[in-house]
């Protein structure tokens, strides 16, 4: 499967935004999605996931404001940030996994900046 991510920009502190994951493949409904972020000089960290039947998982840090969805229909993984901090600045990347616990696919990577 090949992801492709966007939706990512520039915005203001407590602003919103939301980022999509379009995925190839007839196969994309059985994979788990999730979104992760690496923002420079941290650690790539998890921020949110969504398996095949829909049941979803947060990092702590952005439980609560962000939200993950996903419409098979349109092989589309979403994720849409509120009340965005300036600590949520990163580079996000979606990828994929079977359901092992590991993701084998990765799509490229889209800047979200929050300016304070």
């Known amino acids: 499967v090949q992801l492709q991510a966007s939706g990512g920009g520039l915005v203001q502190a407590g602003g919103s935004l939301r980022l999509s994951c379009a995925a190839s493949g007839r196969t994309f409904s059985r994979y788990v999605i999730g979104w992760f972020r690496q923002a420079p000089g941290k650690k790539r960290e998890l921020v949110a996931g969504?398996?095949?039947?829909?049941?979803?998982n947060y990092g702590y840090s952005v439980e609560g404001r962000f939200t993950i969805s996903r419409d098979n229909a349109k092989n589309t993984v979403y994720l849409q940030m509120n009340s965005l901090k300036p600590e949520d600045t990163a580079v996000y990347y979606c990828?994929?996994?079977?359901?092992?616990?590991?993701?084998?696919?990765w799509g490229q990577g889209t800047l979200v900046t929050v300016s304070s």
């Open positions: 969504i398996t095949n039947g829909g049941s979803t």
């Open positions: 990828a994929a996994s079977r359901g092992s616990g590991t993701y084998d696919y």
